[in-house]
């Protein structure tokens, strides 16, 4: 098997690639792949936003692997991931992270304890409702489907009833997120030994068909020595890349988009430091519009109302490769747009690398001042909170609404 490796937002490499392969890495889009015009079966690749490893297999070819490495180092781009998941429980888990310096070993040990973890005290085990056709009467029997569908036959019974199994909706989702850690390539032999000790456990929980839609959870009491382990696995799930491209081409992996991952940790770490100031936030703001008449709609990253629903502060993160010009101009446009349809004298605007740390702007006429801050990700967890809590108190103060 051929392996490529690339890095987040590098500049274009060439690599020989049979030309099916070269074809289904552009039409995935996962990376920018075009012919090499001064070389034979050469392509040019360029790695976006998307870190991770996946495989491109085409009939007839050798598969091949590319693996993406973030700029961010492994331990803090989990860290953003953990935190953006559940604030609460992100130092859970520790792995030892100089083992490790690509994200599918380093994700797959990580959850791997996660899981030993929530299956120490045993398998969770809980009631499901089920509705069939049954040839015994068990639990109630659903007179009006039976009906309907027998008319006056009395066999089979349409019963409903409710058994107490391991066949929930949290075993479905550990087992189908061990599943797929299993299929990845890169997965240490130990974690994989422990993973298929682990799924040999779920065994009586429901697979999870391909391409189905994960199983829904809610958090409970019950279930809270799981939910580390389940908010890890809607992520393995989520973050699956299975495409089906013409001619029996497949591109399969698991990729993190930096972008999304870092817009989930500014607006869930801002949203936990402004508690301290009073009002809450939304994320992913509905209900926005630009024009009086509600047809244009807009959904900024975070924002903040007072008590008596007031819009106080609006923010968006911005995932950007630094430009040689500084940071897109359209990003001011976007959040002069929100400041005027919210009525509020400022905005903030948020990146993950650019220029200076913070720079100010107020717009002509308008007297609105629209703010750039830069996170530092390669500082340390502490550094990276302390940040977004100077940035909290910032925002706090620009809406007339700081705590001491």
């Given at each position: 098997m051929t392996g490529i490796q690339l890095v987040e937002h590098a500049p274009h490499t060439t690599h020989d690639l049979p030309a099916a392969i070269g074809r289904a890495l552009a039409a995935s889009r996962i990376v920018d792949a075009a012919p090499d015009p001064y070389r034979t079966e050469g392509w040019r690749l360029r790695a976006?936003?998307?870190?991770?490893?996946?495989?491109?297999?085409?009939?007839?070819?050798?598969?091949?692997?590319?693996?993406?490495?973030?700029?961010?180092?492994?331990?803090?781009?989990?860290?953003?991931?953990?935190?953006?998941?559940?604030?609460?429980?992100?130092?859970?888990?520790?792995?030892?992270?100089?083992?490790?310096?690509?994200?599918?070993?380093?994700?797959?040990?990580?959850?791997?304890?996660?899981?030993?973890?929530?299956?120490?005290?045993g398998v969770l085990q809980g009631y499901r409702h089920t509705e069939e056709a049954s040839p015994v009467l068990r639990g109630r029997l659903r007179e009006t489907d039976q009906v309907r569908r027998h008319h006056g036959r009395l066999f089979?019974?349409?019963?409903?009833?409710?058994?107490?199994?391991?066949?929930?909706?949290?075993?479905?989702?550990?087992?189908?997120?061990?599943?797929?850690?299993?299929?990845?390539?890169?997965?240490?032999?130990g974690v994989r030994r422990s993973l298929q000790h682990q799924r040999a456990r779920?065994?009586?929980?429901?697979?999870?068909?391909?391409?189905?839609?994960?199983?829904r959870w809610r958090p409970s009491?019950?279930?809270?020595?799981?939910?580390?382990?389940?908010?890890?696995?809607?992520?393995?799930?989520?973050?699956?890349?299975?495409?089906?491209?013409?001619?029996d081409v497949t591109v399969d992996g698991f990729l993190l988009d930096m972008n999304k991952l870092f817009e989930d940790f500014v607006c869930v770490a801002l949203r936990e430091a402004l508690t301290a100031h009073g009002g809450h936030c939304a994320l992913q703001a509905k209900g926005?519009?630009?024009?009086?008449?509600?047809?244009?709609?807009?959904?900024?990253?975070?924002?903040?109302?007072?008590?008596?629903?007031?819009?106080?502060?609006?923010a968006d993160?911005?995932?950007?490769?630094?430009?040689?010009?500084?940071?897109?101009?359209?990003?001011?446009?976007?959040?002069?747009?929100?400041?005027?349809?919210?009525?509020?004298?400022?905005?903030?605007?948020?990146?993950?690398?650019?220029?200076?740390?913070?720079?100010?702007?107020?717009?002509r006429n308008a007297g609105i001042v629209i703010h750039q801050h830069v996170l530092d990700l390669e500082g340390t967890p502490a550094e990276l909170l302390g940040t977004v809590r100077d940035l909290a108190h910032l925002m706090a103060e620009g809406a007339g609404l700081a705590s001491p």
């Amino acid at each position: 098997m051929t392996g490529i490796q690339l890095v987040e937002h590098a500049p274009h490499t060439t690599h020989d690639l049979p030309a099916a392969i070269g074809r289904a890495l552009a039409a995935s889009r996962i990376v920018d792949a075009a012919p090499d015009p001064y070389r034979t079966e050469g392509w040019r690749l360029r790695a976006g936003s998307k870190v991770g490893a996946f495989v491109v297999r085409a009939p007839g070819e050798d598969p091949v692997t590319l693996r993406i490495t973030p700029k961010v180092p492994i331990a803090h781009l989990f860290f953003l991931l953990g935190y953006a998941l559940n604030p609460r429980i992100h130092q859970e888990g520790t792995v030892e992270v100089s083992a490790h310096t690509e994200l599918v070993p380093f994700f797959a040990q990580t959850y791997e304890r996660a899981q030993e973890r929530a299956l120490r005290q045993g398998v969770l085990q809980g009631y499901r409702h089920t509705e069939e056709a049954s040839p015994v009467l068990r639990g109630r029997l659903r007179e009006t489907d039976q009906v309907r569908r027998h008319h006056g036959r009395l066999f089979p019974l349409e019963v409903a009833y409710d058994e107490y199994t391991t066949d929930i909706p949290e075993n479905r989702l550990l087992r189908a997120a061990t599943e797929r850690l299993l299929s990845l390539p890169r997965v240490p032999a130990g974690v994989r030994r422990s993973l298929q000790h682990q799924r040999a456990r779920l065994i009586d929980a429901e697979p999870l068909l391909r391409g189905a839609a994960p199983p829904r959870w809610r958090p409970s009491r019950l279930n809270l020595r799981y939910q580390p382990a389940l908010r890890l696995a809607e992520t393995v799930l989520r973050r699956e890349s299975p495409e089906h491209l013409p001619g029996d081409v497949t591109v399969d992996g698991f990729l993190l988009d930096m972008n999304k991952l870092f817009e989930d940790f500014v607006c869930v770490a801002l949203r936990e430091a402004l508690t301290a100031h009073g009002g809450h936030c939304a994320l992913q703001a509905k209900g926005v519009h630009l024009d009086a008449d509600g047809t244009i709609r807009m959904r900024p990253d975070l924002l903040r109302y007072g008590d008596d629903g007031r819009p106080l502060n609006v923010a968006d993160a911005k995932y950007k490769a630094q430009k040689p010009d500084g940071l897109p101009d359209a990003d001011l446009y976007q959040m002069l747009a929100y400041c005027t349809a919210l009525g509020l004298p400022e905005g903030h605007l948020i990146y993950a690398r650019g220029g200076a740390l913070h720079a100010s702007h107020r717009v002509r006429n308008a007297g609105i001042v629209i703010h750039q801050h830069v996170l530092d990700l390669e500082g340390t967890p502490a550094e990276l909170l302390g940040t977004v809590r100077d940035l909290a108190h910032l925002m706090a103060e620009g809406a007339g609404l700081a705590s001491p």
